[in-house]
């Protein structure tokens, strides 16, 4: 039995588009949601990250990858009080990786949504920290048992968030 291998070439890999109402509405809803409505679960998750990793992964350009973490993270720090830049800052790198990493895996499998938002929250929260106690001069604790059950949550969630937003592409 003969078996092919095709390799796909980097210009070959299908960069998704948005509409503007849904390039911009969605990050808002994150945002407000994760913001404004103080719902106990909510603590574990990060609805502005899932944006961003979405939307990273799906564009597949690390410049508007880096562009839309910044943006959500600087509005999510304006709308929350924390100095501006924290979440920014975090978001950005994680725009930045996500979008690059949406080039060389496949990011439409669930099993490597989870793992991979897994691993994104992970590096959420460490430059988060990093930021935070290092340039701001914050006193905040890392808690292992939280960052690793938000870090499970969300993996749990981009599953199913990703299938629904993937409705939401537009076909060329």
Do not use: C
Request: aromatic share 12%; glycine share 8%.
């Amino acid at each position: 039995m003969h078996s092919s291998v095709s390799l796909t070439s980097r210009e070959e890999i299908e960069v998704h588009r948005f509409s503007w109402p849904v390039s911009i509405g969605i990050p808002v809803a994150a945002i407000f949601l994760q913001v404004f409505l103080r719902i106990r679960f909510l603590t574990v998750l990060d609805l502005p990250l899932l944006v961003t990793i979405f939307f990273a992964v799906a564009r597949r350009r690390p410049v508007p990858g880096m562009i839309t973490g910044a943006l959500i993270g600087s509005l999510q720090d304006a709308w929350t009080g924390h100095p501006i830049g924290l979440f920014g800052i975090a978001k950005t790198i994680v725009g930045y990786l996500g979008s690059s990493l949406g080039v060389k895996v496949d990011v439409d499998n669930p099993g490597s949504r989870f793992l991979m938002t897994f691993a994104f929250v992970l590096i959420h929260r460490f430059v988060y920290m990093a930021i935070s106690l290092q340039l701001v001069g914050g006193s905040e604790a890392w808690i292992w048992g939280h960052t690793l059950l938000s870090a499970f949550v969300n993996g749990l969630a981009a599953v199913v968030l990703f299938a629904l937003l993937d409705k939401l592409k537009l076909r060329n």
